[in-house]
Nanobody, 119 residues
Framework: QVQLVEAGGGLVQAGGSLRLSCAAS????????MGWFRQAPGKEREFVAR???????YYADSVKGRFTISRDNAKNTVYLQMNSLKPEDTAVYYC?????????????WGQGTQVTVSS
């Protein structure tokens, strides 16, 4: 089992920045592919970014160039730095962990953290 606890959400004006963090426990963090999804009101949950064990990253087109995912294996933590935020980035952001590198079938989810971007 893996427990994921997100932090760092909040209210920010358009153009601003936030950094989300997700602390993992219960399994060797360095063996997990980590990432983020988000879900806006009335919409389906969508992929945002992921980072593999190797450090390889991949982003949704909607956030590419604005968001940066990183991981600190010594702290068992993954981060999502969000810059140039837009109102359409408003959503609940979920940390996710996958025991495989595909990041298709997610094994573990965090409880979510709200990000609200005002115009």
């Amino acid at each position: 089992q893996v427990q994921l606890v997100e932090a760092g959400g909040g209210l920010v004006q358009a153009g601003g920045s936030l950094r989300l963090s997700c602390a993992a426990s219960g399994r060797t963090f360095s063996s997990l592919t980590m990432g983020w999804f988000r879900q806006a009101p009335g919409k389906e949950r969508e992929f945002v970014a992921r980072i593999r064990i190797s450090g390889t990253t991949y982003y949704a087109d909607s956030v590419k160039g604005r968001f940066t995912i990183s991981r600190d294996n010594a702290k068992n933590t993954v981060y999502l730095q969000m810059n140039s935020l837009k109102p359409e980035d408003t959503a609940v952001y979920y940390c996710a962990a996958d025991t495989s590198s595909t990041f298709v079938k997610i094994d573990y989810w965090g409880q979510g953290t709200q990000v609200t971007v005002s115009s």
